[in-house]
C-alpha cells in the first residue's frame, strides 16, 4: 500500500509540474505579445499558441513571469564605450528605468570590439542594442520601447528581489535598484578597486561569493566569461572593473554624487 501511495504521489507532482509549466502566447489586436500562465480574455488576441517553459528560461526567477520568458528568448545585450557619453548614459537609463534584464559589453576591451564588429558586419558606432536575434544601431527611445515590447517585455519590471535584501535598504528608501557584487579571494586588485570605488560613491552594496559550483553558476547567468568582478545593478550587468562604466551605471541609476567627493 505504501509503494502505491508513493507512486500516485509521484505521479501527482509531476502532473502538478507539468501544470506549473504550461504558458500561452498571444498576440493582441495592437500586435503586442504577452506570455501567460493563463489563457487570454476571450476576444483578446489574435493568436493563442500553448507553449512550454523549459526549466533554463527560470534563469531571473526573481522577476515576473513574462519578463522570464522574454528574457529567456530576447536576451538583452547593449554594446558601449566609456567615451560614448549621453547616447549611451540615456540608453542605458532607459533599460534601467523599465526594468530590463540586459547585458553591457564595453567595446572599449578588444574582446567586445571584435564581438560587435562580427555581429555589425564592422559597424563600431555605439549604443547597439541587441534583443535576441534584433539589433538597433544607436538610441532611439521609440526603436529600443517597440522592439522591446513586441518580443513580450512588460512595460515596467518590479523585482522581488529587491524589496528583499537587507544590503538595499538604503536604496529601497529611495526607490534606487540593488547593487551585488560578485567577488572571488583570487581575483586579486580588480575586485579591491571595484570594493573601493563602491565603497567611495557610499553606494550601499551586496558582496557575493563567485566560489563553488553555485557561484559560478550564478556569475554566468549574467556574464558568459564568467570573469569577476562582475556588478550587477539592478538587472543591469557589468563585467571587469572599469571605473568610467561603473560610474556611467551607477548615476544612470540615480544613485546620488557625493558633494566634494567623486566627480
Known sequence: ??????????????????????????????GRV????????AGAAKSVQ????????????????A????????????????????PCDDGRASLQKRGIPFKEVSVADPKGFETLKALSGGKTQVPVLQ???????GYDAIAWKNNLDEVGYPSSIFTPTQAAQPAAKAARSNSLP???????????????????????????YQELSAEGPAGQAEVRKYSEAGTVPLLLIGTTALDSFDESRYESAINAAGYPRLIGGRR
Open 34 to 41: 504577452t506570455y501567460s500562465q493563463s489563457p487570454p480574455p
Open 67 to 86: 519578463a522570464q520568458v522574454a528574457a529567456h528568448n530576447f536576451p538583452v545585450t547593449m554594446y558601449a564605450s566609456p567615451d560614448c557619453g549621453a
Open 1 to 30: 500500500m505504501r509503494s502505491v501511495f508513493f507512486g500516485f504521489a509521484a505521479l501527482f507532482l509531476l502532473v502538478t509540474c507539468a501544470q506549473a509549466q504550461q504558458m500561452y502566447r498571444w498576440v493582441d489586436k495592437d
Open 50 to 65: 500553448p507553449k512550454r517553459l523549459d526549466s533554463s528560461a527560470s534563469d531571473f526567477p526573481t522577476l515576473p513571469y
Open 178 to 204: 540593488l547593487v551585488r557584487l560578485f567577488t572571488h579571494p583570487q581575483c586579486g586588485q580588480p575586485c579591491e578597486e571595484a570594493k573601493a570605488y563602491l565603497a567611495g560613491r557610499a553606494v550601499p
Open 131 to 137: 534583443i535576441g536575434s534584433r539589433t538597433l544601431y
